[in-house]
């Protein structure tokens, strides 16, 4: 049995990590924003059209461990990609989610923030929940990423 230390166990889980595998692009995903902090991509599972998925590129479990200046560009790129959905896919809000923890019902031990937007009288049906490479351009639009 061999004893392994917290960073050999931290190596380990980054190395298995889906998030870290889509951030350094090997795993695909219908990505709609990057700068050298964020990642963000469409949801595999949506909850709406456009639902998107933004992760910090640094292997962080939790989000109390973001350091408060990417809290503030996080903020801020919330901000911006709202506007690109209210904008370019027609939604009427967006809703900002953040399960912070297992009991949160986190699944992945790498922080993720939710940006679902909200349709007025559009159901989306779940043949519908596909990727979709026009939803994540339009996303995109304006964002110069
Ligand atoms: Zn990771």
Known sequence: MSEESPEELLKKQIENCIFCKIVNGEMDSRKVFEDENFFAFLDINPSSEGHAVIVPKQHLQVAAQLPPELSAK?????????RQMLKNLGASGTTF????GVAAGQRLPHVSFHLIPTYKN?????EEKELDVKVAEKVKEGLGA
């Open 122 to 126: 559009k159901v989306i049906k779940s």
């Open 97 to 100: 989610v953040v399960g912070s």
């Open 74 to 82: 996080l903020a801020i790129l919330v901000q911006e990609l709202s």
